[in-house]
Nanobody, 127 residues
């Protein structure tokens, strides 16, 4: 069974940075499209970013563009989400997800749902 584990969350002051990690076990994460999502209390889940498996192409939600950066290290079977200039509205539980489908259908138009999810890591931005 595919397993994803997120880490790196915590409490940070506004303007600070965090780097989240998503580590895969029992499969090669480099073969999968990976997305980062977040969900704040009382709000719908929001996709934050997505990264392709073959060429590393990425996309971002407008709310995080130019502040968050997704990358992958296939040798470590890990995808990262670097979050800079954090704001209180970034407070949420962050999840990574993976799917073997193609980037266009999974990440661009969303016609294929992500098949595997991690358990989430809490990010709290507060002074």
């Amino acid at each position: 069974q595919v397993q994803l584990v997120e880490s790196g969350g915590g409490l940070v002051q506004p303007g600070g940075s965090l780097r989240l990690s998503c580590v895969a076990s029992r499969f090669t994460l480099g073969d999968y499209v990976v997305g980062w999502f977040r969900q704040a209390p009382g709000k719908e889940r929001e996709r934050v970013s997505c990264i392709n498996n073959s060429d590393g192409y990425t996309n971002y939600a407008d709310s995080v563009k130019d502040r968050f950066f997704v990358s992958r290290d296939n040798a470590k079977n890990t995808v990262y989400l670097q979050m800079n200039n954090l704001k209180p509205e970034d407070t949420a539980v962050y999840y990574c997800a993976a799917d073997a489908g193609d980037y266009f259908n999974v990440c661009v138009i969303g016609s294929i749902p992500f098949g595997s999810w991690g358990q989430g890591t809490q990010v709290t931005v507060s002074s």
